[in-house]
């Protein structure tokens, strides 16, 4: 939590215009769009300039959220990017606490730049690069801390419908629509407020999940066939290929909460989905589990990711047979 002393040298930072940014992890999810753009409306509340650049392009069931046309893609427009950054007089970077998570390209140029930096995140273990860090791994969003850091300032009169909207989404879609274990009685009084602000919870609800296209639907389908269970080790995986991805005309999005399905199976304890991206020359790896099951810890001793206890991310290098076979073969040695 920020100390006393941060909170009143971040009031009094705000309490004149600046220039100020606003960055999220790559391949961006409803928490990470929610509490930058609803971060972003929060501060233009207090007349400052604000840009949110997001690492790369963010999946199109999102792109309903309010400003998402002003939207800076690093990966697509690193002349404009740049110079927005380094003259920003602070960057806030959330729903991440290390700096690799931006992808390759936006953290080299992040780590050039000496402008001051606050971090606002849940993950666990955070890095040490920024000046002000607001770092909680008990927190199930990042939107609900955005929230409480609103409210720590004493701007809850600020939040309009805007900014609850952006907030609510990362909310529902972080808790898996409030069923996650870290949803509290905090998290339905955040979201009540929110709510009361002007948040229209069954508008968000239909935007985020009754928008499937037939060809997305087709895909989960292929998914499910390709679900295979491992009883003896409690265990469950998905493999979509490049070719497969390519023959349902994929979308970045359209993936998204497919892995959960492979969790939902009586007896499972911990799940994961490969997805092979040729373009990069990677399998895009995402964890689930339930009970003491760390795949946080799971995913940073093989797959060079992290995340939460619970839900987690990762990649490999090699192909997408290999990939499963080490993922099966550690399971083996750490049930042994």
């Known amino acids: 939590m920020l100390q006393e002393k941060e909170i009143s ?3 009094s930072f705000l309490s004149s215009p600046k220039k100020i940014t606003i960055t999220a992890h790559r391949n961006p ?10 971060l972003l409306h929060f501060l233009k509340q207090l007349n400052h300039e604000v840009v949110f650049i997001s690492p790369n392009e963010f999946p199109d069931f999102l792109a309903w959220l309010p400003d998402t046309n002003k939207v800076v893609i690093f990966e ?10 380094q003259k920003s007089d602070l960057i806030f970077t959330l729903d991440f606490n290390a700096l690799h998570r931006t992808g390759d390209a936006m953290q080299k140029t992040l780590e050039t730049l000496t402008n001051p930096m606050m971090m606002i995140d849940h993950h666990q273990l955070p890095d040490d690069y920024a000046k002000y860090t607001f770092s909680d791994v008990n927190y199930g969003s990042t939107c ?18 805007e900014i609850a909207t952006c907030l609510y989404t990362g909310i529902v879609t972080d808790s898996g629509s409030f069923r996650f274990p870290k949803t509290t009685s905090d998290t339905h009084k955040c979201v009540a407020d929110l709510i009361d602000k002007g948040a229209n919870n069954s508008e968000i609800h239909s935007a985020l999940f009754d928008n499937s296209s037939y060809t997305r639907l087709q895909l989960l389908g292929k998914a499910l066939q390709n679900l295979k269970v491992l009883p003896e080790l409690k265990a469950s995986y998905i493999t979509l290929s490049q070719e497969e991805l390519d023959s349902f005309n994929y979308k970045k999005g359209d993936t998204e909460g497919i892995v959960n399905y492979g969790l939902s199976i009586e007896g499972i304890i911990v799940t994961a989905i490969f997805i092979e991206n040729k373009e990069e020359g990677i399998i895009k790896i995402s964890f689930r589990s339930q009970g003491g099951f760390d795949v ?4 940073r001793n093989h797959f060079n990711g992290g995340g939460h206890i619970n839900a987690a991310g990762g990649k490999s290098f090699s192909n997408l047979e290999e990939t499963v076979k080490q993922f099966i073969a550690i399971l083996a040695k750490e049930k042994k």
């Open 9 to 11: 040298e971040i009031k």
């Open 76 to 85: 697509r427009e690193y002349d404009k990017a740049l110079p927005i950054l």
């Open 144 to 161: 609900q801390m955005v929230y409480d850091f609103i409210n720590i300032l004493g701007y809850n009169h600020l939040i309009n419908k």
């Open 29 to 38: 999810d409803g928490d990470a769009m929610g509490s930058s753009l609803g």
């Open 296 to 299: 946080n810890e799971f995913a």
